[in-house]
């Protein structure tokens, strides 16, 4: 039980964090589209967005390791 428990806790910080990246890439696009208006801007805060769906990307992932581990755990399979 002791080793599953820190599965699960490595698996939930590991979530944790993602969603802690995913937040700051959501407010670094934010900020960007509030700047001036520019092709290098306008470049600038495209690539913030993909930068931003990638970070989601992992969140999914993250959230469905820990979701399975989890589900491992209290249903054992």
Do not use: P
Not at 15 to 22: A, L
Not at 50 to 56: A, N, Q, T, V
Request: net charge negative.
């Amino acid at each position: 039980m002791a080793e599953n428990q820190e599965e699960l806790d490595r698996l939930q910080a590991d979530y944790k964090k993602s969603v802690d990246d995913w937040i700051a890439a959501i407010r670094e696009e934010e900020a960007l589209a509030s700047v001036t208006h520019s092709v290098a801007e306008v470049d600038k805060w495209e690539e913030a967005g993909f930068r931003e769906d990638r970070k989601r990307r992992d969140v999914i992932c993250k959230k469905r390791l820990y979701e399975d581990a989890l589900r491992r755990e209290f249903f054992d399979f």
